[in-house]
């Protein structure tokens, strides 16, 4: 049986997928998914070995290793994410912002026409609790802001609005703790609908939340 992160990352690493969220959250153009290609993170991770950092290359591929970067001709679109809240998100996010941009800036010439293309970072929270901002701001000395989507508080109605994959994924996550409610979602016609990553992201994180 795949784990949870494989399951993640079969299901939230897909263009399609990573364009919806952001095209519901951060962008007010359409983004197509066919222009969108998946970027290699390894620069990133050797710009931040650059910095001096004690991390292995290894350790950096398995931190981030739920974080999908996209780019599209006019940005990045980094995905990350999350099953647990931690105070080291912040510093988490901006140190692989930073290690982009510095990537670009080696290489901004020839690739981006003289330009340095924005990052959209977007945290997914997979967790039918809230993420408790403030409570763990209190224990980060950093200040960044960042765009997060928490399925406990999206409604119904713009639930609704998500394609049947990503609504009923998150939909799933929302229920997640109230056992009659997992049980009629598995029973249902949108559960029936849904593609096969899709559900195998919501058998994944089904036992994982039953596991604890």
């Known amino acids: 049986m795949s784990s949870l992160d494989d399951a993640i990352r079969d299901y939230f690493g897909r ?15 359409n983004i197509n998914p066919s222009g969108m290609s998946p970027v ?16 292995t290359l290894e350790k950096f591929q398995h931190i981030y290793r739920n974080l999908f970067l996209m780019k ?5 679109c980094a995905l990350l994410v999350e099953t647990e809240a ?4 912040p510093i988490k996010l901006c140190l692989f912002e930073n290690g982009l941009y510095a990537t670009q800036i080696e290489t901004w010439n020839c690739l981006n026409n003289g330009w340095l293309l ?9 967790s039918p609790e809230h993420y408790h901002m403030h409570e763990t701001a209190n224990k980060s000395p950093y200040d960044y802001s960042f765009y997060m989507i928490e399925p406990a508080e999206i409604s119904d109605g713009t639930m609704a609005e998500l394609s049947e994959d990503l609504g009923g994924v998150l939909q799933f996550v929302k229920i997640s703790n109230n056992a009659e409610k ?5 029973a249902s ?14 058998q994944c994180y089904s ?3 039953t596991a604890q």
């Open 15 to 29: 263009t399609e997928v990573v364009a919806e969220l952001f095209n519901r959250v951060v962008l007010d153009e």
């Open 40 to 55: 290699d993170k390894m620069p990133v991770f050797h710009k931040l070995k650059d910095y001096g950092s004690k991390l």
């Open 72 to 76: 599209t001709e006019k940005c990045y």
């Open 86 to 89: 931690s105070s080291e998100l």
């Open 118 to 126: 924005p990052c959209y970072t977007v945290v997914l929270y997979l």
């Open 182 to 186: 997992k049980r009629e979602f598995l």
């Open 189 to 202: 016609a949108l559960y029936a609908r849904m593609g096969d990553s899709a559900k195998r992201f919501v």
């Open 207 to 209: 036992d994982c939340v």
